[in-house]
């Protein structure tokens, strides 16, 4: 059963920092590309950035490109995002993803609020 969990979100000032974690299980983790997602209230779920199986290749929404970084870690089973010089326009649920020819699964999602 494949499970998706995410971790690190929480409250942060404008032109702050945080990481997002998202541990992987119940499928072998290093075969697959993984992605990270949001969801702002009120609006369509959108791509944030992508990472390849390996981590070799990596892309970004373009309002992210320079503030995010997309990175994996094979051996524990976990994809980061760094999210630096965060806006207020960054408040979403980010949400982990992974899929393979015949599944696609989410994680529950963790809050990111960008706020004074």
């Known amino acids: 059963q494949v499970q998706l969990v995410e971790s690190g979100g929480g409250l942060v000032q404008p032109g702050g920092s945080l990481r997002l974690s998202c541990a992987a299980s119940?499928?072998?983790?290093?075969?697959?590309?993984m992605s990270w997602y949001r969801q702002a209230p009120g609006k369509e779920r959108e791509l944030v950035a992508a990472?390849?199986?390996?981590?070799?290749?990596?892309s970004y929404a373009d309002s992210m490109k320079g503030r995010f970084t997309i990175s994996r870690d094979n051996a524990k089973n976990t994809v980061y995002l760094q999210m630096n010089s965060l806006k207020p326009e960054d408040t979403a649920v980010y949400y982990c993803?992974?899929?393979?020819?015949?599944?696609?699964?989410w994680g529950q999602g963790t809050q990111v609020t960008v706020s004074s």
């Open positions: 993803h992974a899929s393979g020819q015949w599944w696609s699964s």
């Open positions: 990472i390849t199986s390996a981590g070799g290749s990596t």
């Open positions: 119940g499928f072998t983790f290093s075969r697959y590309a």
